[in-house]
């Protein structure tokens, strides 16, 4: 008998998980969606979720970073293609260095994820960010180019190009690079009393360029490997907080990152995976201040961070209904900085988590045990004592109907951040005594989806309330003489998010998709009954805040809008009128369209950002920028 | 009719007194003492620094009312941003913007007379820090590393002249102006200097070594200069106070101590460092340079969370005692001289002194 051999069939798309499956809130957004709402850039990904909030520094090149339910950004892992980023001196990762080029997929969960076959690291954290990167697909040949310009506002400029190359019939790599720069002088409306006056944001620029090269090599039976070599440099003014009367803005900061990871997968048979992860990352940060108070005339303090990361998992499948998880994390973190009476820390962390789960067609549960031991050695100075810790987590899901998509979930995490580099040994402010910060999550939702009507291809819905506790949080406590860091922090956060997501397909030339987001949030300070902000809000949490978008697309041009509300937030502890920032709408447009020229095509799109042109903020005196605009174009061969 | 019959019979009875109360004060003048009364007390809140949010409490002795941010109300406008120190003199009110890097001279209604800025060499501007008067002169500190003089008629910054760097507090004393040079920034090398200039012309006469980190600097009516210095915060150094001799300018050290004020030559200081489990309420008899008492808070008032500054009330006595968490609105405690609790008012964030308005 003659056999055929039949091609392969690449598959380049990622796994998109079951959203409404999970026992625990996660959301997902694609490739496709962020480029019909017309994203850009990370963080407005992340906004168009519930239960996020983003502090945002403004601007092009300013400071982002996310925090999950009110818990804080330094309890939130960022993980690039499966390996966490990490910032062991800040605890906290900007994710507006990352470009959304490359991205496939982002996927925020919150609490512990279904997916147990992961690194002990991804357990560790109590909501956690997964950008995954697309990988390169050679239908027509053996290459693929990718060019693409992107210019905006306040001189915007950011040239990138990619390049892949399928070596073999098992070997791929890709290779892509991008330069972008901005000068970020922004007009603003500065409000003061009775007086408004027009400035100008000043020391905003930001000069940066990234590049990444990765290697694909699927070995069959022995499994799949993937290298990749990541480096940023960046430039940029610190324009600060807007100062009344005589602003004088000259700081300034540079970064350094390289990082290089491998991950090797492999399924042994059917019950047996395992999975195995190294990452080498190099961080260096230079922060500049111009000013005569300082002797020299300037203040310049430079860190550099390195990471030694390995980690190994192992998953058994004995039945179709169970599996378990085995996964070890180890890491070495060390900071040097050349700010007075540097310790010149070590940190040696152990992570292990064992992990069981139950899934049917009706059924899923998952439960899993984290233990962690860390220590830390230093060159001059105490040291933090060593921390041992098991943390469990528990979820489940369940189909209460069997015939219709509703599930109900509910989950429980137990979890903590150990105190940063600076929260231990910042000059003068840190505090080798600091305990590690403690969360407990718990959540309940209903999630459901159908299509409830002819003219509805799809109807997805989820809301999920929350109950979290933060222990011992850290915060600086000021005095008389100076500030120190220390565990004085409990809170109490209660929440609700409301997720909806429906396709409406009204013809064949006019396809549309609507999806709202809402999220109510009652973070609240129980620290001390005598003191003046005892159950007000903790600053910059909203307690009202929602998204809505509408993208309609049509074989001539695709439409997005997409609208974010902010309710009122406090800027500081105690909820009083003088701290109040004002809750804002922001509205963006975007539509693009793509042309195909023989075997290239052509992707023009353009944006309005800020169609209300208000200068909201989000941190207080840190305007963000009114009406601007971008456009990019995009030639793919 | 009846106004006429009534004005008459006013005109006829004061005819009739008048020559009998002229008779006996033939000599001199009727001098009637209107006495001296506090009438109302301005809080200075600090603010968050990079938060704009400085402001200007108005604490009315009688009616014991609160009028919170006063400048605004007054002015349309904010105070700005870290309000460092304050000063009255003569008729108006002097403001140490030191974050929005400028000085605020006001009327005793918060009304802004004008605001003075000044500028270095490279166009950055000068920040202003600490204030102190003498002769008709106010002296001011600049944080980055000068001290100036403000004419108070014209309100013009005049001579300035580099001290060292971060300099803070300043006092006038035998015709010199002493100023603590602290180099803050520089922590931990930080400075160990009192810069002593000439106060007309402002040139440097000589630099006085002290204990490290020098910020409050007050004088007594004899000419004896006072410093105190944070030290390394109890390392190797506590927060010290020291005093310079009028004549001799040797330092002695006199006892630990962490912020201060005088009032008719009685020093009240409190001593918070960072280790201590217990706060100190200090009085010192700065004339005959002995210990009164190491806690004069006598009625077991307690405040909430920790003192923040402390001033004295130079009409009654009366001690303003600052309690601040650094996070929300402070309070500020008044007590007697006997060291009594009077009454405590809700005051912005982060009271730094309590300025007196008399009737004088």
């Known amino acids: 008998m003659r056999h055929r051999d039949l091609n392969g069939v690449e598959v380049v798309e990622r796994a998109r998980p079951v959203v409404n499956r999970e026992g625990a809130p996660i959301q997902v957004m694609n490739r496709d969606e962020m480029l019909r709402l017309g994203m850009q850039e990370l963080s407005e990904v992340v906004r168009r979720f519930s239960g996020v909030t983003i502090k945002d520094y403004g601007g092009i090149g300013g400071l982002k970073t996310v925090s999950v339910r009110s818990l804080g950004a330094q309890h939130t892992a960022v993980s690039y293609d499966g390996i966490t980023i990490s910032d062991a001196q800040s605890g906290q990762v900007d994710i507006s260095r990352y470009s959304l080029d490359n991205v496939e997929q982002v996927v925020l969960s919150i609490g512990q994820t279904d997916n147990i076959f992961q690194t002990a690291r991804m357990y560790a954290s109590a909501g956690a960010l997964q950008i995954e990167t697309s990988r390169p697909g050679f239908a027509q040949r053996n290459y693929t180019l990718e060019g693409q310009v992107k210019t905006g506002s306040f001189g915007y400029i950011n040239p990138s190009f990619r390049y892949g190359q399928k070596i073999s019939k098992r070997v791929s790599a890709t290779a892509q690079t991008d330069w972008m720069r901005a000068d970020g002088n922004y007009p603003f409306t500065l409000v003061n009393g009775t007086l408004r006056e027009e400035q100008k944001r000043l020391n905003s620029d930001i000069n940066s360029w990234r590049g990444e090269a990765n290697v694909y090599a699927d070995l069959h039976q022995a499994g799949q490997l993937m290298f990749k070599a990541y480096y940023f440099d960046s430039e940029r003014g610190l324009p600060g907080s807007v100062s ?97 009476e540097s310790p010149y820390p070590t940190r040696y962390t ?61 989950s429980f995490k137990d979890i903590f951040r150990v105190p940063t580099f600076n929260d231990l040994y910042y000059l003068r402010i840190g ?48 005095s008389l003489s100076f500030a120190k860091m220390m565990n004085l922090g409990e809170v109490s956060i209660k929440g609700v998010d409301i997720n909806m ?48 978008s509408l993208t309609a697309e049509t074989p001539w041009l695709n439409i997005g809008y997409l609208l974010t509300a902010v309710g009122d937030r406090y800027a500081l502890p105690q909820n009083i009128r003088e701290n109040r920032i004002s ?55 | 009719m009846k106004k006429n019959e009534f004005l008459l019979g006013v005109f006829l009875s004061t005819a009739f007194i008048l020559p009998f109360t002229s008779c006996e004060n033939d000599d001199e003048p009727v001098v009637v003492e209107i006495p001296e009364v506090t ?20 604490y009315d002795v009688t009616s014991k009312t609160v009028v919170s941010d006063v400048f605004s109300s007054v002015n349309g406008r904010k105070l700005g941003d870290t309000a460092q120190d304050m000063l009255i003199y003569g008729s108006k009110m002097y403001v140490a913007m030191y974050g929005s890097k400028q000085i605020e001279v006001m009327d005793k209604q918060g009304k802004s007379l004008k605001t003075l800025t000044s500028k270095n060499a490279d166009n950055s501007l000068h920040q202003p820090r600490c204030f102190t008067s003498a002769n008709g002169k106010v002296y001011v500190s600049f944080f980055d590393g000068y001290v100036g003089v403000i004419d108070t008629t ?35 090398n930080t ?152 009454n405590k008012f809700e005051v912005g964030l982060n009271p730094v002194g309590a300025f007196f308005i008399s009737n004088k």
């Open chain 1, 244 to 340: 009344l009367y005589n602003p004088e803005a000259r700081e300034r900061m540079w970064d350094r990152n390289f990082f290089t990871q491998a991950r090797y997968e492999n399924n042994l048979s059917r019950a047996w995976s395992v999975k195995g992860l190294l990452k080498y990352n190099y961080a260096y940060n230079r922060y500049q201040d111009i000013n005569n108070k300082y002797t020299g005339g300037r203040q310049d303090d430079r860190y550099t961070q390195k990471e030694y990361y390995g980690s190994g998992a192992l998953k058994y499948t004995p039945t179709d209904f169970l599996t378990y998880s085995f996964s070890t994390d180890l890491f070495v973190n060390t900071l040097d900085a050349t700010i007075p």
């Open chain 1, 350 to 410: 152990s992570l292990s988590v064992l992990a069981a789960q139950y899934q049917d067609s009706r059924l899923t549960l998952t439960g899993s045990l984290l233990g962690t031991f860390i220590t830390e050695r230093v060159k001059t100075g105490d040291r933090p004592a060593d921390r041992k810790r098991v943390s469990p987590a528990l979820s489940g899901s369940w189909r209460i109907l069997e015939d219709e998509n509703i599930r109900i979930r509910a």
């Open chain 1, 431 to 478: 505090n080798t005594s600091l305990r590690p910060e403690r969360a407990t999550q718990y959540n309940a939702g209903v999630t459901w989806s159908g299509t409830p009507f002819p003219f509805v291809s799809y109807l997805r819905l989820s809301a999920d309330g929350y109950y979290n506790r933060v222990h011992d949080k850290i915060v600086v406590l000021p």
């Open chain 1, 501 to 548: 997501e429906t396709g409406l397909p009204v013809s064949k030339q006019l396809s549309l998709q609507l999806a709202g987001t809402y999220t109510w949030q009652k973070a609240i300070d129980i620290t001390d009954p005598s003191k003046k902000n005892y159950k007000h809000q903790i600053p910059y949490t909203p307690e009202h805040s929602g998204t809505a």
């Open chain 1, 583 to 637: 809750g804002y709408i922001e509205q963006g447009i975007s539509a693009n369209r793509t042309f195909a020229l023989g075997n290239t095509s052509v992707r023009l799109q353009g944006e309005i950002i800020n169609l209300g042109n208000i200068n909201y903020e989000v941190i207080q005196y840190y305007p963000m920028p009114g009406r601007s605009f971008r456009v990019s174009l995009k030639i793919n061969y």
């Open chain 2, 39 to 58: 009438e109302g007390v301005y809080v200075l809140n600090n603010g968050k620094y990079g938060s704009n949010n400085a402001t200007l409490s108005y």
């Open chain 2, 154 to 188: 014209s309100l013009e910054i005049g001579t300035i002249v580099p001290v060292g760097l971060n300099p803070e507090q300043l006092t006038v004393a035998n015709n010199k102006v002493y100023v603590a040079v602290s180099e803050g920034l520089n922590y931990p």
């Open chain 2, 191 to 342: 400075g160990t200097k009192v810069a002593v200039l000439n106060a007309s012309t402002l040139a440097e006469v000589t630099k006085i070594d002290v204990v490290k980190n020098p910020i409050n600097v007050l004088s007594d009516s004899q000419g004896d200069v006072y410093v105190i210095s944070m030290g390394d915060y109890g390392t190797t150094a506590n927060n010290t106070l020291q005093r310079i001799d009028k004549q001799t300018q040797a330092v002695t050290t006199v006892m630990d101590a962490t912020i201060m004020t005088i009032c008719n030559d009685t020093i009240y200081a409190i001593y918070s460092q960072w280790n201590q489990p217990t706060v100190s309420y200090i009085k010192y008899d700065a004339k005959n340079e002995k210990l009164i008492s190491n806690n004069f808070i006598t009625d077991g008032t307690k405040l909430t969370n920790g003192p923040a500054c402390i001033k004295v009330d130079p009409v009654t006595g009366n001690i303003y005692i600052g309690d601040s968490d650094y996070q929300t609105n402070g309070d500020m405690y008044i007590f007697s001289r006997e060291g009594k609790l009077i």
